[in-house]
């Protein structure tokens, strides 16, 4: 290979690769060789990358039908994720324990995740073109309201309500008792018995490899079809006989809900329900993941939510304890805040572009 | 001007222009669209797209010296003063701020002392004066005072006018179809002013469509087509008919008759009927059209831009809002529903490739297959019993496949993204979405608009051909009357929002061009 191929060469993997995309992954690669090096058991951080992808993975996956029929980055997340809330605390409430209550948190989370999505969609339909910027707004506002609501809503279940007054929910209650890791122990293969620190959520893996196969074929069908086709040119879209706005409203309602079920499988992966201001942190990892997986503000697939979840997720869990043991100052949130916002803000300034 | 040539990468469109305007003359300048007036203006303009282009050649005097704009600045400086077709005001400004926007005179005050002039405070009291005298040069009654936004339109024009107006150094006023948004009165009164200005030793070049206009105002008539000058004659010399000829008359003599017209048949049946219907689209406003179209045919409907053509196909299938009714095969059609037209088997495509017709980063299999998908279920598997309708990969191919082998679609492959074809082939692939379509009826609006000629003639072959084969009734919307006498059996022309007339295509252009201004607002 002499100069000019391989600079050829190069320059086409950035193409098609992404420049960022292409950092991120060598600074990952990084991490992972440093890591014995420095001292930290490398299946442990496989174990910690696998955990947060699994927990992750839904939230991400909530991004791509809004992309698809052109309404953006859904910033508007937290919408989705209040109606899990809602959904998971009534679940308790109504006094179902173990993996029941997770099938019943979904159950009464979807006609809230269709209440708020429509809603959400209607307003998105108003203001096309600025989806975006509006779209977070409705998120910061939605989740304050929600934070009167906690107080206000009269739940009684004493597992979840406020210790000493017993009037309005915790900030933060553990799901031991109801749906903690109800999914990623389904067929869970754990090494240490044999000495090595690596555990694979394998049914946590499995239910998202579900919906990540329910979403792929729905986009594959006349209705999907018509989504991307939505999102590609509204008005080619409009002449040929879809009602563009009925269309983008599914798209909402389908990723309100998947934001819904996200939650969910974030809360049993971790162990705790997070509520109040909760529900603001969620938005950028999930918006930054998604990007750094190679999606634009138009374009996105599975393979982007993925790869993305995967490369976020891992730089998050790795950081920590191989750059502290590096450099021995903690700066593994710095390096999270910069490469979210800043992968965030690489995407909104090229709107069109995208990798495969 | 001397033998000034332009190209647009390699497509010729100006050859050869001379002519020659003295001070205080009022010169007019007609031709069709597209005949080259813009470009020749934007040459003596100075405009920067003729110089990201590749410049012209050629070249201008003025007052005798030689002179060559870089940028529409050196052309003001020069006392070229041009009112272009759109606005370009400020709404929220009066029309004093406007006329003498960054022109302002200024007082010098305190901060500026200290901070430099650019925070000189306005002289309002001069600019009042300015602005008056710029309009009393105009001789209309302005309010000085009053908002853009709250201006009638042709307000809006007069400031325009008074903006040029108000520079000192204005030698020659360039007005592009100045009196196109005016009602008769006003436009009236703008014949009137141009006379004022030219009495006062301004020289006005002036872009109509309206030809009694130029025959009222000026001294000297210069008729374009196709990029020549082809005549320049003493307006007190010429009519209207003449011009007309002189406008559309290419190769009069040998023009080629359609070649394989249909037999006249005024009884086959009227296949779609439209009444009195109207479109509010936006510069191309529909007012009052009923056209009746024969089962079988192909219609041409002509006429100049901005005179209602497109309006027409846009309001039928339900992209702008109209009223009137539509009747087709019988049955009436609802307005301002596309879903609706398409399932009645009626199919369009639309003169704006690139926003309406084609899906821009998509595959070429998707921008043939979508609609007929969508609205036929064609290219569909049904899974589960008809729950899920799965799209059929290996069909879709099959189509596009087809059709690129038919209309000779140059592609690499049907996988490839419709926004690396050249024009000519994305309009064929808007042409292959509608035949996937079969429909019963295809409205086609400007098919070879920006395609050059050779793609033009197998865009016309493909769509004759279409209508023969399959006996689909076509409409074919075009600004070409050439290609329109060439292709269609019959041609309405639209003029003013309304059908001005409907000739065989064998009658001679002059009679088309007659009817393309006869209404002309």
């Given at each position: 290979?002499?100069k000019?191929?391989?600079?050829?060469w190069?320059?086409?993997?950035?193409?098609?690769?992404?420049?960022?995309?292409?950092?991120?992954?060598?600074?990952?690669?990084?991490?992972?060789?440093?890591?014995?090096?420095?001292?930290?058991?490398?299946?442990?951080?496989?174990?910690?990358?696998?955990?947060?992808?699994?927990?992750n993975a839904?939230?991400?996956?909530?991004?791509?039908?809004?992309?698809?029929?052109?309404?953006?980055?859904?910033?508007?997340?937290?919408?989705?994720?209040?109606?899990?809330?809602?959904?998971?605390?009534?679940?308790?409430?109504?006094?179902?324990?173990?993996?029941?209550?997770?099938?019943?948190?979904?159950?009464?989370?979807?006609?809230?995740?269709i209440?708020f999505?429509?809603?959400?969609?209607?307003?998105?339909?108003?203001?096309?073109?600025?989806?975006?910027?509006?779209?977070?707004?409705v998120?910061?506002?939605?989740?304050?309201?929600?934070?009167?609501?906690?107080?206000?809503?009269?739940?009684k279940?004493?597992?979840?309500?406020?210790?000493?007054?017993?009037?309005?929910?915790?900030?933060?209650?553990?799901?031991?008792k109801?749906?903690?890791?109800?999914?990623?122990?389904?067929?869970?293969?754990?090494?240490?018995?044999?000495?090595?620190?690596?555990?694979?959520?394998?049914?946590?893996?499995?239910?998202?490899?579900?919906?990540?196969?329910?979403?792929?074929?729905?986009?594959?069908?006349?209705?999907g079809?018509?989504?991307?086709?939505?999102?590609?040119?509204?008005?080619?879209?409009?002449?040929?006989?879809?009602?563009?706005?009925?269309?983008?409203?599914?798209?909402?309602?389908?990723?309100?809900?998947?934001?819904?079920?996200?939650?969910?499988?974030?809360?049993?992966?971790?162990?705790?329900?997070?509520?109040?201001?909760?529900?603001?942190?969620?938005?950028?990892?999930?918006?930054?993941?998604?990007?750094?997986?190679?999606?634009?503000?138009?374009?996105?697939?599975i393979?982007?939510?993925?790869?993305?979840?995967?490369?976020?997720?891992?730089?998050?869990?790795?950081?920590?304890?191989?750059?502290?043991?590096?450099?021995?100052t903690?700066?593994?949130?710095?390096?999270?805040?910069?490469?979210?916002?800043?992968?965030?803000?690489?995407?909104?300034?090229?709107?069109?572009?995208?990798?495969? | 001007?001397?033998?000034?040539?332009?190209d647009?990468?390699?497509?010729?469109?100006?050859?050869?222009i001379?002519?020659?305007l003295?001070?205080?003359?009022?010169l007019?300048?007609?031709?069709e669209?597209?005949?080259?007036?813009?470009?020749?203006?934007?040459?003596?303009?100075?405009?920067?797209?003729?110089?990201?282009?590749?410049?012209?050649?050629?070249?201008?005097?003025?007052?005798?010296?030689?002179a060559?704009?870089?940028?529409?600045?050196?052309?003001?400086?020069a006392?070229?003063?041009?009112?272009?077709q759109?606005?370009s005001?400020i709404?929220?400004?009066?029309?004093?701020?406007?006329?003498?926007?960054?022109?302002?005179?200024?007082?010098?005050?305190?901060?500026?002392?200290?901070?430099?002039?650019?925070?000189?405070?306005?002289?309002?009291?001069?600019?009042?004066?300015?602005?008056a005298?710029?309009?009393?040069?105009?001789?209309?009654?302005?309010?000085?005072?009053?908002?853009?936004?709250?201006?009638?339109?042709?307000?809006?024009?007069?400031?325009?006018?008074?903006?040029?107006?108000?520079?000192?150094?204005?030698?020659?006023?360039?007005?592009?179809?100045?009196?196109?948004?005016?009602?008769?009165?006003?436009?009236?009164?703008?014949?009137?002013?141009?006379?004022?200005?030219?009495?006062?030793?301004?020289?006005?070049?002036?872009?109509?469509?309206?030809?009694?206009?130029?025959?009222?105002?000026?001294?000297?008539?210069?008729?374009?087509?196709d990029?020549?000058?082809?005549?320049?004659?003493?307006?007190?010399q010429?009519?209207?008919?003449?011009?007309?000829?002189?406008?559309?008359?290419?190769?009069?003599?040998?023009?080629?008759?359609?070649?394989?017209?249909?037999?006249?048949?005024?009884?086959?049946?009227?296949?779609?009927?439209?009444?009195?219907?109207?479109?509010?689209?936006?510069?191309?406003?529909?007012r009052?059209?009923?056209?009746?179209?024969?089962?079988?045919?192909?219609?041409?409907?002509?006429?100049?831009?901005?005179?209602?053509?497109l309006?027409?196909?846009?309001?039928?299938?339900g992209?702008?809002?109209?009223?009137?009714?539509v009747?087709?095969?019988?049955r009436?059609?609802?307005?301002?529903?596309?879903?609706?037209?398409?399932?009645?088997?009626?199919?369009?495509?639309?003169?704006?490739?690139?926003?309406?017709?084609?899906?821009?980063?998509?595959?070429?299999?998707?921008?043939?297959?979508?609609?007929?998908?969508?609205?036929?279920?064609?290219?569909?598997?049904?899974?589960?019993?008809?729950?899920?309708?799965?799209?059929?990969?290996?069909?879709?191919?099959?189509?596009?496949?087809?059709?690129v082998?038919?209309?000779?679609?140059?592609?690499t492959?049907?996988?490839?993204?419709?926004?690396?074809?050249?024009?000519?082939?994305?309009?064929?692939?808007?042409?292959?979405?509608?035949?996937?379509?079969?429909?019963?009826?295809l409205f086609?609006?400007?098919?070879?608009?920006?395609?050059?000629?050779?793609?033009?003639?197998?865009?016309?072959?493909a769509?004759?051909?279409?209508?023969?084969?399959?006996?689909?009734?076509?409409?074919?919307?075009?600004?070409?009357?050439?290609?329109?006498?060439?292709?269609?059996?019959?041609?309405?022309?639209?003029?003013?929002?309304?059908?001005a007339?409907?000739?065989?295509?064998?009658?001679?252009?002059?009679?088309f061009?007659?009817?393309?201004?006869?209404?002309?607002?």
């Amino acid at each position: 290979m002499d100069k000019a191929e391989r600079q050829n060469w190069f320059s086409q993997l950035i193409n098609t690769y992404g420049l960022p995309r292409l950092i991120i992954t060598g600074f990952l690669l990084f991490l992972f060789i440093m890591a014995p090096i420095t001292g930290s058991d490398l299946p442990t951080q496989f174990t910690n990358v696998f955990n947060r992808f699994s927990w992750n993975a839904v939230l991400v996956l909530a991004m791509v039908p809004m992309i698809h029929s052109g309404c953006g980055l859904n910033f508007g997340i937290p919408l989705g994720v209040l109606a899990g809330l809602l959904g998971g605390t009534l679940a308790i409430e109504m006094g179902f324990t173990g993996p029941m209550s997770f099938v019943v948190a979904i159950l009464m989370a979807t006609p809230f995740a269709i209440l708020f999505g429509g809603g959400y969609g209607a307003l998105l339909n108003r203001i096309k073109g600025g989806e975006m910027m509006v779209a977070t707004y409705v998120g910061f506002s939605a989740v304050s309201f929600m934070c009167i609501m906690w107080l206000m809503i009269p739940y009684k279940n004493p597992s979840i309500v406020m210790a000493y007054t017993g009037v309005g929910l915790r900030n933060v209650f553990a799901l031991d008792k109801f749906y903690a890791n109800v999914l990623s122990d389904f067929l869970k293969i754990d090494l240490n018995p044999i000495g090595i620190n690596l555990v694979i959520p394998t049914g946590s893996l499995l239910f998202i490899a579900l919906l990540a196969v329910g979403i792929w074929a729905f986009f594959h069908t006349k209705t999907g079809t018509a989504m991307t086709a939505v999102g590609s040119n509204p008005a080619f879209a409009r002449a040929s006989g879809i009602n563009v706005d009925r269309v983008r409203m599914l798209s909402v309602i389908l990723s309100t809900w998947l934001g819904a079920v996200g939650v969910l499988v974030y809360q049993q992966g971790f162990g705790f329900a997070q509520l109040y201001t909760a529900p603001y942190n969620l938005t950028m990892p999930a918006v930054a993941a998604i990007l750094i997986g190679g999606a634009s503000v138009n374009k996105a697939s599975i393979g982007n939510v993925i790869i993305g979840t995967i490369l976020f997720q891992g730089l998050v869990t790795m950081t920590p304890t191989v750059i502290t043991a590096l450099i021995h100052t903690d700066v593994s949130e710095v390096i999270r805040i910069i490469v979210s916002n800043g992968m965030v803000v690489y995407a909104l300034t090229r709107k069109t572009e995208g990798a495969k | 001007m001397r033998g000034i040539k332009k190209d647009f990468f390699g497509n010729q469109v100006l050859t050869d222009i001379n002519f020659t305007l003295g001070a205080g003359q009022v010169l007019g300048l007609c031709g069709e669209n597209g005949a080259g007036k813009s470009t020749l203006m934007k040459i003596l303009f100075g405009m920067d797209v003729i110089r990201e282009t590749g410049g012209y050649s050629g070249d201008i005097f003025i007052n005798g010296e030689k002179a060559a704009f870089n940028t529409p600045f050196d052309a003001l400086a020069a006392g070229i003063g041009m009112v272009h077709q759109e606005f370009s005001l400020i709404p929220g400004f009066t029309a004093t701020e406007n006329i003498l926007l960054n022109r302002e005179p200024q007082k010098k005050n305190v901060i500026s002392e200290v901070f430099g002039e650019r925070l000189n405070t306005l002289d309002y009291k001069e600019m009042d004066r300015r602005a008056a005298a710029a309009i009393e040069k105009m001789g209309v009654e302005i309010d000085a005072k009053m908002v853009i936004s709250s201006m009638p339109v042709g307000h809006k024009q007069f400031t325009e006018i008074a903006r040029e107006l108000s520079k000192d150094q204005l030698k020659l006023l360039i007005l592009d179809e100045p009196t196109a948004v005016l009602t008769e009165k006003e436009a009236e009164a703008l014949l009137d002013s141009i006379r004022g200005m030219a009495a006062r030793g301004i020289s006005v070049i002036f872009i109509t469509h309206r030809l009694h206009e130029i025959l009222a105002v000026c001294d000297q008539v210069v008729v374009m087509r196709d990029g020549h000058v082809v005549r320049d004659v003493p307006a007190g010399q010429t009519s209207v008919d003449d011009i007309t000829r002189w406008m559309v008359g290419r190769d009069v003599q040998t023009s080629a008759a359609p070649t394989e017209a249909k037999e006249e048949n005024a009884s086959a049946n009227v296949v779609m009927s439209i009444k009195h219907l109207w479109v509010d689209m936006p510069g191309e406003t529909v007012r009052d059209v009923s056209l009746d179209v024969r089962e079988g045919e192909i219609l041409g409907i002509g006429g100049l831009a901005g005179q209602g053509k497109l309006g027409i196909p846009n309001g039928v299938m339900g992209l702008y809002e109209a009223g009137g009714t539509v009747e087709f095969d019988g049955r009436e059609i609802p307005l301002n529903s596309p879903r609706k037209c398409l399932d009645a088997s009626l199919a369009f495509v639309s003169e704006d490739r690139r926003e309406v017709g084609l899906l821009l980063d998509e595959s070429l299999e998707w921008n043939v297959a979508f609609p007929a998908m969508q609205i036929q279920n064609k290219f569909l598997k049904n899974l589960l019993g008809g729950l899920v309708k799965w799209r059929d990969e290996k069909a879709i191919h099959k189509v596009t496949q087809k059709y690129v082998d038919q209309l000779q679609i140059k592609c690499t492959s049907t996988a490839q993204k419709a926004k690396e074809l050249s024009g000519g082939n994305q309009q064929k692939i808007c042409l292959a979405k509608a035949f996937a379509l079969e429909p019963k009826f295809l409205f086609v609006s400007e098919p070879t608009r920006g395609i050059d000629v050779g793609a033009k003639a197998l865009v016309l072959n493909a769509l004759r051909q279409f209508n023969r084969e399959s006996g689909v009734t076509v409409v074919m919307i075009s600004s070409e009357l050439e290609e329109l006498r060439q292709t269609c059996d019959r041609i309405a022309i639209i003029s003013g929002g309304r059908v001005a007339g409907i000739r065989p295509a064998t009658d001679s252009s002059e009679e088309f061009g007659a009817l393309m201004v006869s209404q002309v607002i």
